[in-house]
């Protein structure tokens, strides 16, 4: 080779290796997150197990070879559980899990990221949120507050909850004190309900003291593990307030943006999987408790009367519609909500009803 073709040569590869150098070097960068949580150390689904946070971090620090640590607080062991979206706004750690509606306060369009009553099931809502714009408009709507957020689980259909007494009638509902959070509790207020709103360690004991008449927690396996059969006989169902319930993976935006592409990849999908992952766990332990709590504790599971599903639809749709028209960006994403809703009911009743009609006669 020529002296003058090797210097060419050697010219030439320096600049790739130059012009290269940034990407390797940031594909070599590690780093520490905090993530806080608004549910109590130990909590099955929502802290620990399967699809859960913990496992959410597990899955990052394996499939990014270590370079993305984030350490894990339940409610309580850094911050209190209610403070975990100004804590991510603000910078002092960089992520939470929690549920979108638990921010209602600050944005009553973030309810509609967790659930709607009368709202999409869990295969809706994950069509929705990936495919169907609702993720980019939950961004839109956080953009303010410097954070980004994607779902992290689902429990599915939740239990309508737990009554001391059986419901007959709407009018059972007048007066009654009933732990509920969410939409559902506005709703529930319209017939008189005295809503109350309890963390889930301070259920049993309020419904046991008859300090409340009824309590909505999650479903079988959940409500188990808390003992409300040992508080209430009265077991129902529909999943009307909460068809399914998505957890939230709240990030601090600039935490996000500093991340490479690569990284953030893993991220999206580690969230993806325990999205899948926590509902499947659910899924397969509902059945054997539900079983459990009938067989083996007396509880009477049933489903509430058409009369009172159809006046809970009702109000729904009442309270909904005056919420968004108090406020544009409400206004926004409850119509996207709404319209793919229908659009997707339209597709199930072609598609699952009539083969659930067919395994259940």
């Not at 309810?111 to 869990?122: D, E, H, K, S």
């Amino acid at each position: 080779m020529q002296r003058r073709d090797f210097l060419k040569n050697s010219i030439a590869g320096g600049a790739a290796v130059s012009v290269a150098a940034p990407a390797i070097v940031r594909a070599q960068e590690s780093f520490t997150w905090r993530m806080t949580n608004a549910y109590p150390p130990n909590s099955p689904f929502y802290v620990t197990g399967p699809g859960s946070p913990e496992d959410f971090c597990a899955k990052v620090d394996a499939m990014s070879g270590g370079r993305l640590k984030i350490q894990h607080f339940a409610a309580g062991e850094l911050i209190p559980a209610m403070e975990g979206f100004d804590a991510v706004s603000q910078g002092t750690v960089q992520a939470n899990a929690a549920n979108a509606y638990f921010w209602a306060g600050k944005k009553f369009a973030a309810q509609y990221f967790t659930t709607v009553p009368f709202g999409l099931n869990f295969q809706g809502m994950n069509a929705w949120l990936y495919h169907g714009g609702g993720l980019e408009l939950w961004h839109e709507i956080y953009e303010p507050f410097g954070v980004v957020a994607f779902p992290m689980g689902n429990t599915g259909v939740q239990m309508t909850g737990w009554f001391r007494d059986p419901i007959e009638s709407v009018d059972d509902f007048d007066g009654l004190k009933m732990r509920i959070p969410g939409l559902a509790g506005q709703v529930y207020k319209e017939l008189g309900v005295d809503v109350r709103l309890l963390p889930g360690g301070e259920i049993f004991p309020a419904l046991e003291r008859g300090v409340i008449d009824a309590a909505e927690f999650v479903g079988p396996y959940q409500d188990r593990r808390i003992g409300l059969q040992n508080a209430a006989k009265y077991y129902y169902t529909t999943g009307w307030h909460e068809p399914s319930n998505a957890t939230e993976l709240l990030i601090n935006k600039g935490a996000w943006d500093e991340l490479p592409d690569d990284l953030k990849a893993i991220v999206r999908t580690a969230a993806m999987a325990c999205n899948l992952e926590s509902h499947a766990w659910c899924e397969a332990n509902n059945a054997d408790a539900l079983k459990d709590l009938v067989e083996n504790h007396g509880t009477v599971a049933q489903t509430l009367p058409d009369e009172v599903v159809l006046r809970l639809k009702e109000i729904t749709a009442d309270v909904l519609a005056s919420k968004a028209s108090e406020d544009p960006e409400t206004k926004k994403v409850h119509d996207a909500f709404m319209a793919f809703r229908d659009k997707h009911r339209s597709w199930a009743a072609i598609s699952e009803k009539p083969y659930h009609n067919l395994i259940s006669s």
